[in-house]
């Protein structure tokens, strides 16, 4: 019985080989070697153990050899499952076809592998196929050596996933640092996971950074011939922009910016400004519905955001923060130095130029542009490189505007203006996906100034375009904003939209908001520490299963 590791040994060597004929020439050479030894009993003992060990040997090796050759088979059958899936094929018999072809070759790969029968069939949007094969037998074991080994893919759909990204200053240092890392990974898993689709357009991405405004566009210059003042339009301007936010104007007051027509992309141009592409919310009930902007329906365009000059310095009362322009005036009502449009005109025509210029606070440069110093938004794309490189650059500046974020994101995936990138929502095995990410609450702070408020997606706090007044609280603010975020989600979610929601380092309020904004509770991730972003993004793209192909 000593020599049985060396037998085992020559087993292992056999099976790595594949050679169960060169195993059964050794036990043969032993025999014989043992019946030639002229030490008696031992040697005829050996010889005997030897003689019943090499059938049970045998049976051990082929049920190995079987075991292996079983998972060569899987393989093959996985593979030819997947390429039927991946085929154009409508029908049984045209997958069975393709199924049976690709499987062919792959049994050609494994030695004396003959197939006895197979099928592929398409149930929905799945393949599921059989097959029998009869394999080569090497020892003495019952049974016919046809193994049946199954399969089945998911045919892949197309998936729209929008990325909606908190960019406020809170989010400035490490935790924009995380987010990044977090939201390139979940951009490479997808895209790894699409490159084994049968779609020929299975994953388009956008991203939608948010703080209390959007910015839609990139920097535009609005220098002749650019922009044209008399047909308020020009190359790089949308038609869906309305450059005179009629939706804002109400008795239409002369030289009112707040209530008059006065095109706030003309008076850029008066300086040889351009527009950052920051946008304003529409005015409800448009701003949570993806309706089509329509001329006629001044509230349902888009207005550019821009912050208007506040009073010069005087006293602490009229002490403003975005004081850019002299007011030219006398008077001295804060209101009325604030809305007066002639003075914007007067810095061509007197050459007066800016009375101040670079920041006033962190992130805001002095300007009608003031805190739209954002990344721009990238529209569904199969470029994800672009995708990645729009997330490296995106920095931290104003508020939460929640609702204004998650809309554009909305606008993103819809197929409907401004945009009408996204596919139809009742094209077949498509999933339109929104990822929501924030590290607070809505807001819309009080401040000392006498406008209440910064400028904000929504204006300043007394335009009222949330229903309330510069006399309200920030928790009054913070509702307000949250209702409308609350409704969003409802709307979104009809459209059959599927919804993620984030929540990182939040240690105020309420999960309650995203968590009934998420589509079901497990889409709800609430992340205590910025560090499990990460880990938060991979479950996410993990879940994502239309995207892929899987078993």
Request: some cysteine; aromatic content about 8%; hydrophobic content about 35%.
């Amino acid at each position: 019985m000593q020599m049985l590791p060396w037998l085992l040994k020559s087993q292992g060597a056999a099976m790595r080989m594949g050679q169960g004929d060169m195993f059964r020439r050794r036990a043969s050479r032993l025999v014989s070697r043992f019946g030639a030894d002229q030490r008696g009993g031992t040697a005829v003992t050996l010889a005997i153990s030897l003689a019943v060990l090499a059938p049970v040997s045998l049976g051990v090796l082929d049920v190995y050899v079987t075991s292996q050759q079983k998972g060569k088979l899987q393989d093959a059958l996985d593979s030819a499952t997947l390429a039927a899936a991946r085929s154009p094929a409508q029908t049984d018999a045209e997958i069975d076809q393709i199924g049976d072809a690709a499987l062919a070759a792959n049994l050609a790969l494994i030695p004396g592998a003959e197939l006895i029968g197979s099928t592929f069939d398409l149930e929905g949007n799945k393949v599921i196929s059989y097959a029998n094969v009869r394999l080569p037998k090497i020892g003495p074991t019952p049974g016919d050596g046809v193994l049946r080994v199954d399969s089945e893919a998911q045919r892949a759909g197309q998936i729209e996933v929008a990325l909606v990204l908190d960019n406020t200053g809170s989010m400035a240092g490490t935790k924009l640092t995380n987010l990044k890392n977090a939201a390139n990974s979940l951009v490479d898993k997808l895209v790894d996971a699409s490159r084994r689709s049968t779609n020929s357009d299975p994953l388009r991405i956008s991203l939608v950074p948010f703080s209390s405004t959007v910015r839609i566009l990139p920097t535009t210059s609005l220098l002749n011939p650019a922009y044209n003042t008399a047909s308020h339009s020009g190359s790089n301007i949308p038609s869906w922009i309305d450059p005179q936010g009629l939706a804002h104007r109400t008795s239409g007051s002369t030289y009112d910016i707040f209530d008059n027509q006065s095109d706030r992309l003309a008076i850029m141009k008066t300086w040889g400004g351009s527009w950052s592409g920051c946008i304003e919310s529409r005015r409800a009930p448009f701003d949570i519905r993806e309706d089509a902007p329509n001329a006629s329906v001044p509230a349902s365009m888009f207005v550019p955001y821009f912050w208007p000059d506040e009073p010069d310095n005087g006293s602490a009362a009229s002490n403003q923060i975005n004081d850019y322009l002299k007011d030219n005036t006398t008077n001295s009502d804060w209101r009325v130095k604030e809305k007066r449009s002639a003075k914007y005109q007067k810095i061509q025509s007197e050459n007066l130029g800016w009375k101040n210029t670079g920041t006033f606070m962190s992130g805001y440069s002095f300007g009608p542009n003031a805190g739209c110093g954002l990344q721009p938004m990238i529209r569904l794309t199969n470029d994800y490189a672009s995708v990645k490189t729009a997330i490296n650059a995106m920095t931290a500046v104003g508020e939460t505007n929640i609702p204004l974020g998650l809309m554009w994101g909305w606008h993103t995936l819809s197929p409907n203006m401004p945009l009408a990138n996204g596919k139809a929502y009742e094209t077949k095995d498509l999933r339109k996906i929104i990822i929501l990410m924030t590290d607070g609450d809505n807001t819309f702070t009080t401040r000392g100034e006498n406008n209440k408020s910064f400028y904000h997606g929504f204006g300043y706090i007394w335009q009222e375009m949330l229903g309330i007044g510069a006399g309200a609280s920030n928790t009054q603010r913070t509702t307000a904003l949250n209702n409308r975020l609350s409704q969003l989600c409802t709307n979104i979610k009809n459209k059959k939209i599927i919804v993620y929601t984030v929540r990182v380092e939040v240690t105020t309020g309420s999960s309650t908001l995203l968590q009934n904004c998420a589509s079901s509770p497990d889409k709800f991730y609430d992340v205590q520490n910025a560090s499990g972003l990460g880990a938060a993004f991979d479950q996410i793209a993990a879940s994502i299963q239309n995207l892929r192909i899987s078993k």
